[in-house]
């Protein structure tokens, strides 16, 4: 809502829900359930990982970063997450999805082929994070019990569109390459976000999740299992 409150309801998302979201009518958001077994253990799924990057403010609360500062460092941290997944964990870049959620918070979402435990996807994303010299008070994990907003629908509260980002200089991803930064990413328009969309392939969970010391998944490398 423009006020920024939402409307929690318990139910999957149809056709109908989806194309509101998209034409900006009505934004969308979806969080776990956070299921239990019996025994009290996690056993929700996800097939989607979200690094939710909202600038985390390091300053003394007395001297609070500005919105346009907290999204700068949002962008930082991103391009952050995004060249560790590349360089370290092997995931190609066109598999990690960077957006702006419209307000001072910036995305980087995988898509995934099927569900797997979001405990598993949370252990992942502890130890990416660290790889960066990140806190969980700066990166938060996604899906959780809290909500997130998808792509390509509108910021109801800045009136802003959630668009997908690109880097606008390609030497900066390569693998060479130990530099990066918010000058180098650029927000894609709202034709280009459904073009690229639409383009989107989830990552092989197989691939994901392999153990062969050989030739090991990001998973297994996050857990150093690697040769």
């Not at 509101?20 to 776990?32: D, F, K, L, S, W």
């Not at 910036?106 to 099927?114: M, N, P, R, T, Y």
Request: aromatic share 10%; net charge positive.
């Amino acid at each position: 809502k423009k006020d920024g409150t939402y409307t929690t309801v318990h139910r999957n998302l149809g056709d109908v829900d989806v194309l509101r979201h998209i034409r900006q009518e009505q934004t969308m958001g979806v969080c776990n359930k956070g299921t239990k077994a019996q025994d009290g253990t996690p056993v929700s799924r996800t097939k989607f990982l979200t690094f939710d990057c909202d600038g985390g403010d390091s300053r003394d609360k007395k001297n609070p970063l500005t919105a346009n500062e907290k999204l700068t460092r949002a962008y930082d941290q991103a391009g952050s997450i995004k060249r560790t997944l590349y360089r370290k964990y092997g995931i190609p870049l066109k598999d990690i999805h960077v957006s702006v959620s419209g307000g001072k918070g910036v995305h980087v979402d995988l898509f995934f082929s099927d569900a797997i435990k979001y405990t598993i996807l949370e252990e992942f994303y502890r130890q990416v994070i660290a790889d960066c010299g990140l806190t969980e008070g700066e990166v938060e994990f996604r899906p959780n019990g809290k909500g997130v907003k998808l792509p390509l629908g509108k910021n109801k509260v800045t009136n802003k569109l959630m668009v997908f980002c690109v880097y606008s200089d390609k030497f900066a991803m390569s693998k060479s390459s130990a530099k990066g930064g918010t000058r180098h990413f650029k927000n894609m328009t709202l034709k280009e976000s459904y073009s690229y969309f639409l383009k989107i392939q989830p990552i092989d969970l197989a691939w994901f999740t392999c153990t062969d010391k050989e030739n090991p998944g990001p998973l297994a490398i996050a857990r150093g299992e690697a040769k």
